[in-house]
């Protein structure tokens, strides 16, 4: 007691401060937040070590008594848990790696994740994470994916349970983020409608099976999403949740990424435009990167940050029209091209297929649809792409060398998308075709 100063009132003062703010049992956390960070690791990886040790002590233990076991042959397989996509090493470099806002970002879920695994019961985040090209958006998403996942996983009965769930509403945004769209994550219909229509027993049983640990959604590409799909994905999560009240997405955490300025929802009105009724994006915070980290094509990608956000009155600079004239390679070119109008796009389509293919062959579309009194698939005369929802054109022509794009979604998993580009190599027809 001789080396300290006023020990009685340091003691009184303890005491107020507890009664008053209450003990902060993770005040370190706040303080400095990427020390702790790393003092958790290195925690967990301890006592992974240790765990380990004593199986092998015991496990050596016993080994005189199995003569089978006395010798160990050269491994041949090796069972592992299931793990998370990025190491601990790969997930620490990612999280060093955030600049100002996004850590700001990041630290703010993974907070919510530590209150959640404690047991505190902290409201749901809803974030919409915007900015422009190169601006760290998706690299943001795999470091709160990455730590989100490993916090949350403590809470799972099993390593396969999902905690953190990515999708998109195309194909081609939820492959580039091997994730699936979110129509076939939850199961929602191509076309949505009001009043909400519930999903079944059957399916819902096996979504909340399989969701029944959800604990953060993240929406890539939130621009193509209109109010009407937002609203499915609240009904769908409220369904798994069964939360009994009309708590916005189930009480599920929903972090929103994408960019307004780019390409808006195919039919429906974009989220920020007014909405009739219950309006579940005024429930987001709006949270933007400013930051061009990307380095590669960091200058082009400055670019279409200032077109992005350019008035049609406004100049462009000259540094940047001297850029966009460097790219173009001409009408010739094989690079893809865009046009306003179907019309137009077909009649450069046809005339690259001549150029690249003196020869092409004509596939003409069959339609069958199945016969209710036989029970089998007949022939239907004439078109009917639109009515069996096939989104197949009438005659099709291809060659050797064509390029091709897949205009549907076939297998998001294997990344033929909506979108995705090849080029036919070969056309091998059977006996008895004839185009």
Same mark, same amino acid.
């Given at each position: 007691?001789r080396?300290?100063?006023?020990?009685e009132?340091?003691?009184r003062?303890e005491?107020?401060?507890?009664?008053?703010?209450?003990?902060e049992e993770?005040?370190?956390?706040?303080?400095?937040p990427?020390?702790?960070?790393?003092r958790?690791?290195c925690?967990?990886?301890?006592?992974?070590q240790?765990?380990?040790e004593?199986?092998?002590?015991?496990?050596?233990?016993?080994l005189?008594n199995v003569?089978?076991?006395?010798e160990?042959?050269?491994?041949?397989?090796?069972?592992?848990?299931?793990?998370?996509?990025?190491?601990?090493?790969e997930?620490?470099?990612?999280?060093?790696?955030?600049?100002?806002?996004?850590?700001a970002v990041?630290y703010?879920?993974?907070?919510w994740c530590l209150?959640?695994?404690?047991?505190?019961?902290?409201?749901?985040?809803?974030v919409?994470?915007?900015?422009?090209?190169?601006?760290g958006?998706?690299h943001?998403?795999?470091?709160?994916?990455?730590e989100?996942?490993?916090?949350?996983?403590?809470?799972c009965d099993?390593p396969?349970?999902?905690?953190?769930l990515l999708?998109?509403?195309?194909g081609?945004a939820?492959?580039n983020?091997?994730?699936a769209?979110i129509?076939?994550?939850?199961?929602?219909g191509?076309?949505?409608?009001?009043p909400?229509?519930?999903l079944?027993?059957? +399916?819902? #049983?096996?979504?909340?099976a @399989?969701?029944r640990h959800l604990?953060?959604?993240?929406?890539?590409? *939130?621009?193509?999403? =209109?109010?009407?799909?937002?609203?499915?994905?609240?009904?769908?999560?409220?369904?798994i949740?069964?939360?009994?009240?009309?708590?916005?997405f189930g009480?599920?955490?929903?972090?929103?990424?994408g960019?307004?300025?780019?390409?808006?929802?195919?039919?429906?009105?974009?989220?920020?435009?007014?909405q009739?009724?219950?309006?579940?994006?005024?429930?987001?915070?709006?949270?933007?990167?400013?930051?061009?980290?990307?380095?590669?094509d960091?200058?082009?990608?400055?670019?279409?940050n200032?077109?992005r956000?350019?008035?049609?009155?406004t100049?462009?600079?000259?540094?940047?029209?001297?850029?966009?004239k460097s790219?173009?390679?001409?009408?010739?070119?094989?690079a893809?091209?865009i046009?306003?109008?179907n019309? +137009?796009? #077909?009649?450069?389509?046809? @005339?690259?297929?001549?150029?690249?293919c003196?020869?092409?062959?004509? *596939?003409?579309?069959? =339609?069958?649809?199945?016969?209710?009194?036989?029970?089998?698939l007949?022939?239907m005369?004439?078109h009917?792409s639109?009515?069996?929802?096939?989104?197949?054109?009438?005659t099709?022509s291809?060659g050797?060398?064509?390029r091709?794009m897949?205009?549907k979604?076939?297998d998001?998993e294997?990344?033929?998308?909506n979108g995705?580009?090849?080029t036919v190599?070969?056309?091998?027809?059977?006996?008895?075709?004839?185009?």
């Amino acid at each position: 007691a001789r080396f300290e100063i006023d020990p009685e009132n340091l003691e009184r003062a303890e005491e107020i401060a507890h009664h008053v703010h209450g003990l902060e049992e993770d005040a370190w956390g706040d303080l400095c937040p990427e020390q702790e960070l790393e003092r958790d690791e290195c925690a967990e990886e301890l006592r992974e070590q240790q765990a380990t040790e004593i199986a092998d002590e015991q496990l050596v233990e016993g080994l005189e008594n199995v003569p089978d076991l006395q010798e160990r042959g050269r491994q041949v397989a090796q069972l592992e848990r299931n793990r998370l996509v990025l190491s601990r090493a790969e997930g620490l470099a990612l999280v060093r790696s955030l600049n100002e806002t996004q850590q700001a970002v990041f630290y703010q879920v993974r907070q919510w994740c530590l209150q959640k695994v404690r047991g505190e019961n902290p409201p749901p985040l809803h974030v919409f994470l915007t900015g422009g090209a190169g601006s760290g958006k998706t690299h943001l998403i795999r470091a709160i994916q990455y730590e989100a996942g490993r916090l949350l996983s403590t809470l799972c009965d099993q390593p396969d349970e999902i905690c953190v769930l990515l999708t998109a509403p195309t194909g081609i945004a939820a492959y580039n983020l091997n994730a699936a769209t979110i129509h076939h994550t939850l199961s929602i219909g191509k076309q949505c409608s009001l009043p909400y229509i519930p999903l079944g027993e059957d +399916k819902l #049983n096996s979504l909340r099976a @399989k969701f029944r640990h959800l604990q953060i959604l993240v929406i890539d590409e *939130i621009s193509m999403v =209109d109010h009407l799909l937002l609203a499915y994905v609240h009904g769908r999560l409220r369904q798994i949740k069964q939360t009994g009240d009309f708590s916005p997405f189930g009480n599920v955490s929903v972090i929103a990424v994408g960019d307004f300025y780019q390409l808006p929802p195919v039919k429906g009105k974009p989220l920020y435009s007014s909405q009739v009724g219950v309006d579940l994006w005024c429930h987001f915070n709006v949270v933007q990167l400013t930051t061009v980290v990307r380095q590669k094509d960091s200058v082009f990608a400055e670019l279409l940050n200032r077109l992005r956000v350019r008035s049609r009155d406004t100049p462009m600079l000259e540094s940047d029209v001297h850029i966009l004239k460097s790219c173009e390679t001409g009408e010739e070119s094989s690079a893809l091209h865009i046009f306003p109008t179907n019309r +137009k796009v #077909n009649e450069h389509n046809l @005339k690259q297929l001549c150029r690249t293919c003196p020869d092409p062959v004509t *596939i003409e579309a069959q =339609d069958f649809m199945n016969n209710r009194s036989t029970g089998k698939l007949e022939l239907m005369a004439g078109h009917h792409s639109a009515a069996l929802d096939t989104s197949l054109e009438e005659t099709l022509s291809l060659g050797p060398d064509a390029r091709v794009m897949l205009c549907k979604n076939v297998d998001v998993e294997d990344g033929l998308v909506n979108g995705a580009c090849g080029t036919v190599t070969h056309i091998q027809l059977r006996q008895g075709d004839n185009f």
